[in-house]
């Protein structure tokens, strides 16, 4: 507030125009952070493997965030979906279960994908100028899941070699995420489940916990990217972790009634997130509209979403 010799100088008339002026400046200050949303998929990771492995990153995501664990991989209602990618990504992605996006393998016969789209199409709707992206090094993301993205990286390798491809994901992403000017951004690490099916998926598999210890420098890569930005200051990002089954000694198929399959876990974590546990019963159908009500996109019950938002204030 100016002081009285201010206000007797300038006269009332200036005094006002200068409060005016203050006030303008404050609203400036006060403009409301750009809404982003980084969603890191990390295919075939089991929560319990995932606590003895070294995972700075991770546990400082959920240390700063909230934490649904266990999460259902498919709802009790439904139970003819495969417990392996296809499924579990699409449920991930799409926020409807395979009753209704109809990925139930990892073939894609006739997905329903046009009636049950994901969640980047739903932003889109919205949001007709956001800027969306996908980095991933297992094919159906791209080509199946994801597809329609603004940015699209499909970095799998003919050999499989998702450790090697993993490297290409997190260097391309890392860049984006610096660079350019993303609203929601999806990036998928495929060598922990590669490790799985070859050693074993377990905490006591030095390889399979090895590969999570890998996968949690390149989180730490990607949210270094996004602390780099030069708009950093001005944006609120939120930071979705998940994954889509985990594993029973080298396989993850037919699970169901597999407890170390499936289940899965999410962590929400950013400014906007609560901290500590998420109450409840969650699925991976929570994630979607999770990133939508974060972005402000109000969800239309004509989308027949099957998830809520959760772990946000």
Known sequence: MLSRSLRRRFGVTSFAICVAIFAMASAADAVEPTKKVLVIGIDG??????????????DALMEAGAVAQPTRIFPARYREADTISGPGWSNILCGVWSDKHRAMDNE??????????HFFKRLKQAQPDAATASFSDWSPIAKNILSDSDVTLDAEREDHNYQLSDVEIVAAASKH???????????????????????????SVPTYVKAIERVDGYVGELLAAIESRPTRANED???????????????????????????SWLVVSGDAAH??????????????PTALKHLGVSVDPAWKLDGEAVGLK
């Not at 995420?177 to 905490?203: I, K, S």
């Open 45 to 58: 990771c089991r929560f319990d493997a995932l606590q003895r492995a070294e995972t700075p990153h991770l």
């Open 108 to 117: 894609f016969t006739a997905p329903n994908y046009e009636e049950y789209p």
């Open 177 to 203: 995420l610096r660079e350019a000017d993303p609203t929601a951004t999806v990036v998928y690490f495929g060598q922990v489940d590669g490790a799985g099916h070859a050693d074993g998926f377990h905490p």
């Open 237 to 263: 990002w939120l930071i979705l972790v998940t994954t889509d089954h985990g594993g029973s000694g080298t396989s993850h198929s037919n699970g169901h009634e597999n407890p170390e399959v499936a289940c």
């Open 275 to 288: 901290r500590g546990k998420i109450a409840g019963e969650r699925g991976q159908v929570d994630l979607v």
